[in-house]
């Protein structure tokens, strides 16, 4: 099968690895990929928003299989314009999409199909959306949830814990802080509990679920600072014990099917739920139409199994017939951020000690690098590197891990210390 990848991230890297292992797969191309994943696919320099161009390669160098990493091609409608040139691609169409391009529009599918979620409201104008939020307080809550209905980049979501906040974060939605994105306002109930993130793969007959994992989305130890798009994951996470994970199949993995069917949505990907482990039993906190990232990496770390098949079949209605099996060690992914980041960060610093964190046996997934003109590897994004490792244990993967992490260095290179230890207190 020859394969493209299409993205440039710390997911797109760890599925090229993957796929590169795939006895399957015989060539593998990626567009436009970064300074890592050359070394598992043909780099391709075309990117993720020229759907036509991307279409045109694909014909033109007979790809049988194109998979999509990010949520934006898929809300611009990438699979439509390959299905209608006759490409078999991984990833819903432009409607089914919305599921992550429209919060409300998730949210509408969760509650029509009875899958547990936030209870939550939507609205267009900032009055009414600040006399819902001060009745909200009034009434006793100590937090609420506010997020701008469409896609940005894990920045339209506060979880505010005053009136003055939530108001003030409305009103920045509503006055354009997140484009069109913030014309529609969510004003969700404030979940309390663990998170983890659980991806589900379907053809649109059946769904099976991947291992679990759990992300850090905040900026700094202790779950304190900005929300990132993710600073560290593990898998398995031992928070989905069994029977959080009878509850999540039977009450939000097979009703999602079940939605999926009645709607007749064009859905052969992954849908990835983000959830929040309540004493009340697992609630949704957001669906995703692709893989997380840094989760990918930790999940891609686990599997034991031909990737390229899996997503073949899945591809082709057979996904039932597939073999899904997982390593029994655990995976740890640390990301390693430029200094700055989630705000405005460096960029083009020369990374040194790839080399030697391999030889402590991490593998690092490259997420923000490129090569610059002398062909050093350099900084290229917020999140620059992800360095997993396996262990026997949770604590020897996180032992693992930071040996590699450890051997890395860039000017003003940063990371988060504490990845895993969430896990700790389940053990
Ligand atoms: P989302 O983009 O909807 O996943 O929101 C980003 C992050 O905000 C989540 O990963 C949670 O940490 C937090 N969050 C979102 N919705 C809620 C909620 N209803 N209750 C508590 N935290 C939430
Ligand atoms: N790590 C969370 C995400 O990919 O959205």
């Known amino acids: 099968m020859n394969i493209l990848v299409i993205g440039s991230g710390g997911r797109e890297h760890a599925l090229c690895w993957k796929l590169a292992e795939s006895a ?198 202790d779950d304190k600072g900005l929300n990132t798009g993710g600073m560290g994951a593990y898998s398995p996470a031992p928070v989905v014990d069994e029977k ?29 739920v983000g959830i929040m482990v309540t004493d009340k039993g697992p609630k949704v906190l957001e669906f995703n139409v692709r893989f997380g990232d840094p989760e990918a990496q930790v999940v891609m770390r686990r599997l034991d199994s031909d990737l390229a098949d899996i997503l073949a079949k899945c591809v082709d209605g057979k996904l039932a017939e597939a073999e899904i099996k997982w390593k029994k060690e655990a995976a740890l992914s640390v990301v390693i951020a430029a200094g700055g980041y989630p705000g405005s960060y460096r960029k083009g610093d020369v990374i040194s000690g790839l080399q030697d964190a391999a030889d402590a046996g991490a593998v690092v997934f490259h997420a923000g690098t490129k090569f610059d003109a002398d062909g050093n590897i350099v900084s290229n994004g917020g999140r620059v590197l992800g360095v997993s490792a396996l262990g026997e244990s949770i604590p020897e993967a996180i032992a693992n891990a930071y040996k590699g992490v450890e051997k890395i260095s860039f000017a003003d290179a940063f990371y988060r210390k504490d990845i895993g230890k969430k896990a700790l207190k389940h053990l």
Not at 245 to 255: A, E, P, Y
Not at 263 to 270: I, L, T
């Open 24 to 221: 399957s797969c015989t060539k593998l191309y990626c567009a436009p990929g970064n300074a890592g994943i050359g070394s598992a696919a043909e780099i391709v320099n075309i990117g993720v928003d020229k759907l036509d161009e991307l279409a045109d390669f694909a014909i033109a160098n007979k790809i049988d299989l194109t998979v999509v990493g990010p949520e934006a091609p898929l809300c611009d409608g990438i699979t439509d314009v390959f299905e209608k040139r006759g490409l078999k691609i991984f990833g819903p169409d432009k409607i089914a999409a919305q599921l992550e391009g429209s919060k409300s529009f998730a949210k509408e599918f969760m509650l029509k199909y009875g899958i547990p979620t936030a209870k939550a409201a939507d609205f267009t104008d900032f009055e009414n959306a600040k006399k819902y939020i001060e009745n909200e307080f009034a009434n006793g809550e100590k937090a609420i949830v506010i997020k701008a209905d469409g896609l940005a980049a894990g920045k339209g979501v506060l979880v505010a814990e005053s009136c003055e906040d939530a108001v003030n974060f409305t009103k920045e939605c509503f006055d354009g802080a997140f484009g069109e994105s913030g014309a529609k306002v969510l004003i969700e109930e404030c979940l309390f509990g663990e998170e983890a993130s659980i991806f589900g793969l379907t053809d649109g007959n059946t769904i099976v679920a991947l291992a679990s994992s759990q992300d850090h989305k905040r900026i700094f130890d």
């Open 244 to 272: 959080a994970w009878d509850f999540i199949h039977k009450n939000i993995l097979d009703r999602f099917l079940a939605g999926v069917k009645a709607e007749k949505f064009n859905f052969k990907g992954v849908i990835f």
